[in-house]
């Protein structure tokens, strides 16, 4: 692929992503940060309990819109990640909800409801 077929095709990929991603009114933009900049993002977000997009609006002078009901964790498992859980909190590897239940009380005592303290000095 030469020079310009490949400037060409990053023109068309820019182009197409800012057409196609258009839902409703709204046009989505990716944007590139270094490793240090997303992680930055993320922890001011959370400090400041936000999502990092909320954040980044926040940083560019755009509206938020107002915080919706806290929401809850969500993790996708696997198979194989059932399979791990069962084994490590000793359960029939059928019986997802006491599988569910048990994560969720490792959570729970992992991250106890406490007010949370930062210290970045």
């Not at 609006?57 to 996708?76: F, M, N, T």
């Not at 498992?77 to 969720?104: H, S």
Request: hydrophobic share 35%; glycine share 2%.
């Amino acid at each position: 692929m030469s020079k310009r077929d490949k400037k060409l095709s990053t023109q068309q990929i820019f182009s197409a992503l800012s057409s196609s991603s258009k839902t409703g009114r709204t046009t989505q933009l990716a944007f590139d940060l270094s490793a240090n900049g997303r992680k930055k993002l993320k922890i001011e977000a959370a400090v400041d309990d936000m999502t990092p997009a909320e954040k980044a609006r926040e940083v560019l002078g755009l509206s938020i819109k107002a915080k919706k009901a806290s929401p809850k964790l969500i993790l996708r498992l696997t198979e194989k990640d059932f399979r791990f859980l069962a084994d490590k909190y000793d359960v029939e590897f059928e019986d997802r909800l006491t599988i569910r239940n048990k994560a969720a009380e490792e959570l729970a005592n992992e991250y106890p409801d406490a007010e949370v303290k930062f210290d970045f000095d």
